[in-house]
């Protein structure tokens, strides 16, 4: 690798989950700078001891981000190199670093990156969705009213949507996803991605529902959310099939009549009507 730069911070994209998901030259930026802010000391602490590596760490979050930024900046301008990581991923993807980057832009400082990992394209990658046009949402604001204002302000988005969401919140999610955007749009959840439990779940949003439902040892871990845009084929004959496959993935695990209940819930049709069906579809498996 070059010598590095004299007076510039590097913005180092760290590992999503496997340490060794890291670059040659992230690790060398890591080893030179004169010093690294980290979202997590401790964190970053063990991805360097992993490596074989040491530097010198210092703790830039959420909470001190505007007070460190400046002496960041002056160390920089003093002709030193910071490194800037965050705890997984590429640093401000839904993580702390634009009041110190958009500053080093305004002081002069020069801001080199340094690529690597990303939830949020690790997920496009895999997901089975039109990777041409996406839109990043990141984590949905908390209040519910807030949540349903922006969700409604993407029912008519025709890109790909990626959402990032936490693990308590995710059963929730789904609902709020199904209200807003339509039961029947196609949908993937990447869990734990890079990790020893990863899995990558791909179907409508309402047999996700279902499925959640009848596996909740997979509500664990982090979720990368990531749903099809507005499509002219989502009409209501396709929820007539997506409520058949509902049911039929319910009756396999319930007697008809929860299994009616859970997928009025999913689905939003009638229970009587479903109930039914799924004594027809029960009598002639």
Do not use: W
Request: hydrophobic share 45%; aromatic share 6%; net charge positive.
């Amino acid at each position: 690798m070059n010598r590095l730069e004299s007076g510039a911070l590097y913005v180092v994209a760290t590992p999503i989950g496997h340490l060794s998901d890291i670059t040659l030259r992230a690790l060398e930026v890591l080893k030179s700078v004169d010093c690294i802010a980290a979202e997590d000391t401790r964190h970053t602490k063990k991805l360097l001891s992993f490596h074989g590596l040491s530097n010198s760490l210092l703790a830039f979050h959420e909470h001190n981000e505007t007070r460190v930024a400046a002496a960041l900046l002056d160390r920089c301008e003093a002709g030193g190199s910071v490194a800037l990581v965050s705890d997984a991923g590429t640093p401000l993807v839904s993580d702390p670093g634009q009041n110190v980057i958009e500053k080093a832009h305004e002081r002069g400082v020069r801001v080199i990156p340094i690529p690597g990992c990303c939830a949020a394209l690790a997920a496009l990658s895999v997901a089975g969705l039109p990777v041409e046009r996406f839109v990043f949402e990141g984590f949905l604001p908390a209040r519910p009213a807030r949540r349903k204002k922006r969700l409604q302000s993407l029912s008519e988005e025709t890109r790909v949507m990626i959402f990032y969401e936490a693990v308590h919140r995710m059963p929730q999610f789904l609902d709020e996803l199904i209200a807003s955007l339509g039961g029947y749009r196609l949908a993937c959840v990447a869990r734990e991605l890079t990790k020893q439990f990863e899995t990558i779940t791909r179907l409508p949003l309402v047999e996700l529902k279902a499925y959640f439902g009848l596996h909740p040892d997979q509500l664990r871990g982090e979720f990368v959310v990531l749903v099809e845009g507005l499509k002219s084929s989502l009409e209501k004959e396709v929820a007539v099939v997506s409520s058949d496959v509902v049911l039929r993935c319910l009756l396999g695990e319930m007697s008809p009549s929860k299994a009616a209940a859970m997928a009025a819930k999913i689905t939003g049709e009638k229970k009587n009507k479903l109930y039914a069906k799924a004594i027809q579809m029960q009598s002639s498996s």
